[in-house]
């Protein structure tokens, strides 16, 4: 009877994943018949694989912590995270737990990207921990609120302005999700908002990604940054699994995070 329930469960689920994510009357992404409307031709092609250029400073691979106001709960994260980084602590690693990154730290891991783009969606496929995050073409909207099923990576629609893609995503999660892994412990609530700017410079062999992220539960006002991607053709992404037990070794502040 257990089994039976969580298989109505996940039907049910399905159906819901789908319908939000098509809209009513919505073509899916890959059918023929929306991939063959006639289309601009788009100023780039992200087709490829990309590592994230980790120089240090502002292309570090770590999100680094807004220099404005952060909300009380916000703040209480962020200072509990610098204690337990002088007492040579991970602070609420989730990660580390095997849950998803999530936007936007997906984007800034040291594994590389695949990015597939097809005329109505882009599909980028992460090897850590095997993470796919969608970018809508197709003109859609943003699905409804009251019955989108938020996820890690949220919602991600895009549009072409000149030569840039404007990544616009929303429907976030709001458990288990931060900003960054252990060093700022920011956390990212259900209502993060990310606007990407996304441009190739270096004849096509830079990716750069304008970010202005909004999340009136964790900070005020809009937090910029650029970061870059190096196009490599001498690459491919692998799978990369996540083994909680193979992490027990972290020592975690919180009792809820440790992986024993």
Not at 73 to 99: F, L, N, P, T
Not at 105 to 128: C, D, E, H, K, N
Request: glycine fraction near 8%; charge should be neutral; proline fraction near 7%.
């Amino acid at each position: 009877m257990k089994t039976r329930s969580i298989g109505i469960w996940a039907a049910a689920l399905w159906l819901l994943v789908t319908t939000s994510a098509t809209g009513q009357g919505q073509l899916g992404a890959l059918a023929p018949a929306n991939l063959s409307k006639p289309r601009p031709k788009p100023p780039f092609d992200l087709t490829g694989t990309w590592l994230h250029d980790n120089s240090g400073g502002p292309n570090s691979w770590r999100f680094i912590p807004p220099t404005f106001k952060l909300t009380p709960e916000a703040q209480a994260h962020y200072d509990a995270s610098q204690k337990a980084a002088k007492e040579g602590k991970v602070y609420r690693d989730d990660i580390g737990q095997c849950w998803p990154a999530g936007m936007p730290l997906i984007m800034t891991r040291v594994w590389p990207i695949a990015m597939i783009q097809l005329p109505t969606v882009i599909y980028m496929i992460s090897g850590f921990m095997n993470s796919l995050r969608i970018i809508y073409l197709d003109g859609r909207s943003h699905s409804d609120p009251d019955v989108v099923v938020r996820s890690f990576n949220g919602e991600s629609i895009g549009r072409w302005e000149g030569d840039t893609l404007v990544v616009d995503t929303k429907y976030f999660v709001g458990h288990h999700h931060w900003m960054d892994q252990g060093g700022s412990s920011i956390p990212a609530s259900d209502q993060l908002h990310i606007i990407e700017r996304m441009r190739l410079v270096n004849n096509g062999r830079v990716l750069e990604i304008e970010y202005t992220m909004t999340d009136p539960k964790s900070w005020e006002g809009e937090w910029k940054m650029t970061k870059r991607w190096n196009r490599v053709d001498d690459t491919d992404i692998a799978e990369v699994e996540c083994w909680p037990d193979l992490n027990d070794h972290m020592r975690s502040t919180s009792s809820s995070s440790q992986i024993r």
